[in-house]
DNA sequence: AAAAGCCCCTGGATGC
DNA sequence: TGCATCCAGGGGCTTT
């Protein structure tokens, strides 16, 4: 999916376009993940209010209750006042009085929850064990370091797991890994703390610079405008299996971590 | 309690 | 060109 990045730069290209717009029909496709969780005919007429993202949920906040949005794996929001006609793969859909919201998924892995509030049980089921916002200030390294010492998993499942900072998706953990020079299987209880504090560093600093660019590593990725980002241009491992590192030369390793890809330098990054 | 595996689903790339 | 196989950005749930 659309990791952090993605998230963030889909929300910032229509949140203040959609604020204020009341919903006047809402169109489903085939199921995705989760069902929607109340009738359509029940969020007619309610305001959009704003839009926020917690991790790499969407939450569209009502009059009266608030939607959550995931894009799953392969998911894209597209708003405008006008859309094309629908697709195969639009699965779900919102006609505002500020145009139409329409969430394209080939593999709805993707979901469209309604909540009552935050504190109802299906938020706090999606919600509750998410980790830390790495872009905030909550986000600080001895917190960090703190979490990783109580972890025996390698520090590649930790940081996507995302109960301890949320996020970093399988392509950002291998790229912040490299920035910090860490071995993506080392245990995270034995990272030392200037180790915690540079993969703190290289955490934000990929994560801000993806944002900047667009979301810029997915290949069939494109914003709530149809922009879509630069593909790969500067991805210093992932999917690079085999290509020269870009720091030393040594040929970029693949190797698997939890049914996932991981991408590092052997060179550049040692236990 | 934490960690590891298992799925959900479709399409595109690759190889024979 | 056709078909089988493999792989993919996530993450909740179940099993160890």
């Given at each position: 999916?659309p990791?952090?990045?993605e998230?963030?730069v ?7 376009r959609?604020?204020g717009?009341r919903?006047l029909?809402i169109?489903?496709g ?9 009738p359509?005919s029940?969020l ?15 939450l569209?906040?009502?009059d ?8 799953g ?13 629908r697709?195969h793969h639009?699965?779900f ?13 080939p593999?709805r892995?993707g979901?469209?929850?309604f909540?009552?509030s935050e504190?109802?049980a299906?938020?706090r089921?999606?919600?509750g ?10 986000f600080?390294?001895a917190?960090f370091?703190?979490g990783?010492?109580?972890r025996?998993?390698?520090?590649k ?6 109960d301890?900072?949320?996020g ?6 291998s790229?912040?890994l490299?920035?910090a ?5 080392l245990?995270?209880h034995?990272i ?7 993969l703190h560093a290289a ?16 290949r069939d990725?494109s ?7 630069y ?8 999917g ?9 030369g040594?040929?970029v390793?693949c190797?698997?971590?939890g049914?996932r890809?991981?991408?590092?330098c ?6």
């Open positions: 999916m990791e952090l990045p998230v963030e889909t929300r910032l290209s229509f949140a203040d959609i604020a717009a919903i029909g169109t489903m085939k199921p995705l993940r989760w069902p929607l969780g109340c359509t029940s007619l007429g309610r305001e959009i209010r704003s839009v926020r993202r917690r991790g790499k949920y969407l569209l906040d009502l009266q209750g608030l939607l959550l949005l995931h894009l794996m392969s998911g894209s929001l597209a708003f405008a006042a006008q859309l094309p006609p697709g639009d699965h859909e919102l006609q505002t009085t500020q145009g139409f919201l329409r969430l394209n998924d593999r892995f979901a469209v929850v909540a009552d504190d109802a299906v938020a089921k999606l919600l064990g998410l980790g830390v916002e790495p872009l905030t200030d909550d600080d390294v917190s370091h703190a990783l010492k109580v025996k998993a390698s520090i499942q930790v940081l996507l797991a995302g301890l900072v949320v970093v998706g399988n392509i950002y953990a790229e912040a490299f920035l020079r860490i071995r993506p299987t245990r995270a034995r030392t703390r200037p180790r915690a504090a540079r955490i934000r600093d990929v994560l801000t610079r993806a944002v900047e660019k667009g979301g810029s590593t997915l990725f914003n709530a405008k149809g922009e879509s980002g593909f790969q241009i500067d991805a210093m491992v992932y690079r299996a085999g290509q020269p590192c870009r720091a030393c040594t040929a390793k190797i698997q971590q049914q890809a991981t991408y590092f052997p060179v550049c990054q040692k236990n």
